[in-house]
């Protein structure tokens, strides 16, 4: 795993391919198995693990917190789990959550309910510039404080709370915090209740389902979440899908270059994660899966071939289930002629950049018309856009998701791009380039 930062750059558009792949493995997935498995108890195993930066610094996390994790073979793990309320280190002991939001507000929802927690908590350059506050006030609800008091953004102190009580909570359209009420939930005396008004991400749930005396899931148009505080949770026993999010950028790479068809096996296809397939279906893109199973998550495989669609009309309630996917729908927006809209976007703003601000000053750079506000997006595609002769420079400001757009949005039309730090893919994906390779991509990187 490179530490070093990279430039990618390339000029040249990609061949027409025909092939079958696999993408890296979930890293929702990852991250929330090893959370979980250190306070089930017993030992779990979890396979498949995606082998990125974000889970090495989840690993780094744990073990400061005196968790035994083994790895038994590449993307093999066991967790040696110490039951809820067990974790612990000494105090002003650091955690670095690097890049990985996700990893920062699931862990600061255990370690809320944990006993004895006085610890400082930070993050890398990128996630330093990340609001909290919406995780700070939950967690101050079940007692957890955070220092210095009125600051929402890391390096922090995190002190525990002395006596956590269930709480109820209205969740909104992020699983990240719905989860971190969930974790704090398991360690907190007596029963919180979650309604979740948009139903989002439910790998938390999925992983949680089994221990049914401590989690129920009540279904209907708004579920309802239970959680009995205090018990027992058994451990894991897991295998992890593809990321449906990495294979987007494959899918978008292959629906726009002509002659192209790929199939990408064994990916999550968890309906809470498939929003950018649904919108694309829904415009014309010959998008199928096949061989669908059922484990703790759904998978299959996904079949796509190249061809024209339609623009895309993407409503609010795409967002929560279409989260990481916008930007590399912006570029498909931009090669598709008529407007797309996307509407319910607010928080791609407080992503590991403003998604929204960084892909219209992209687009604009190759000749592409965006119209935004704070919660949406127009974009006035363009069946072919002109060859630029000028390099365009992307820095993508530690966001894997802009970085990997930007090499698309290139091969696809040839303009060369310089993309800057592209070692920030890595966070997620760190096969993306050698994919791209294996299907004809031509790009050079620099040191």
Do not use: W
């Not at 990985?100 to 993050?123: E, F, H, M, Q, V």
């Not at 791609?348 to 998604?355: D, F, G, I, T, V």
């Amino acid at each position: 795993m490179p530490k070093k930062s990279f430039a990618v750059i390339a000029s040249k558009k990609i061949r027409s391919f025909k092939k079958v792949i696999q993408v890296d493995s979930d890293k929702s997935i990852s991250i929330r198995s090893f959370l979980i498995g250190a306070i089930s108890h017993n030992i779990s195993q979890i396979k498949n693990v995606l082998e990125s930066e974000d889970i090495y610094s989840t690993i780094k996390c744990l073990k400061k917190l005196g968790v035994k994790i083994k790895k038994i073979k590449k993307r093999e793990y066991s967790i040696y789990g110490k039951g809820l309320g067990s974790l612990y280190a000494k105090n002003n002991t650091e955690l670095n959550f690097g890049n990985s939001g996700t990893l920062a507000r699931l862990i600061l929802g255990i370690l809320s309910t944990t006993p004895d927690i006085n610890l400082k908590i930070n993050g890398d350059k990128s996630l330093v510039k990340r609001d909290m506050s919406k995780l700070i006030f939950l967690m101050n609800k079940f007692g957890a404080e955070f220092f210095p008091k009125n600051r929402f953004k890391l390096p922090l102190r995190i002190v525990s709370s002395e006596m956590p009580v269930g709480i109820y909570y209205k969740a909104g359209i992020s699983a990240q915090l719905k989860s971190a009420v969930i974790l704090a939930a398991l360690n907190s005396f007596g029963t919180t209740r979650i309604y979740e008004e948009a139903k989002s991400r439910d790998h938390t749930e999925n992983i949680l389902i089994k221990n049914k005396k401590t989690f129920k899931v009540k279904k209907g148009d708004k579920n309802t979440l239970i959680i009995n505080g205090k018990n027992y949770l058994n451990c894991l026993k897991l295998t992890i899908p593809g990321d449906p999010s990495s294979a987007a950028f494959i899918t978008a790479l292959t629906l726009l270059n002509k002659n192209s068809s790929i199939r990408i096996k064994k990916v999550g296809l968890n309906p809470r994660r498939t929003g950018f397939y649904q919108l694309l279906k829904k415009s014309g893109a010959n998008i199928l899966f096949k061989n669908i199973k059922r484990q703790n998550e759904i998978t299959g495989d996904i079949l796509v071939k190249s061809g024209r669609i339609k623009s895309i009309k993407a409503s609010a309630k795409y967002y929560p289930i279409t989260t990481d996917e916008y930007p590399i729908l912006f570029v498909l927006a931009a090669l598709t002629p008529g407007i797309s809209i996307f509407k319910g976007i607010t928080d791609l703003a407080n992503k590991e950049s403003n998604r929204i601000q960084e892909m219209k000053k992209i687009l604009k750079k190759v000749g592409i018309r965006c119209i935004t506000n704070k919660s949406g997006m127009k974009i006035y595609g363009k069946a072919k856009v002109k060859k630029i002769n000028k390099i365009i420079k992307v820095d993508p400001h530690g966001d894997h998701r802009i970085a990997m757009s930007s090499l698309i949005l290139s091969l696809i039309t040839g303009i060369p791009f310089v993309i800057k730090n592209f070692n920030t893919v890595y966070t997620s994906s760190p096969s993306f380039l050698k994919i791209i390779k294996s299907l004809g991509g031509s790009f050079e990187v620099k040191k």
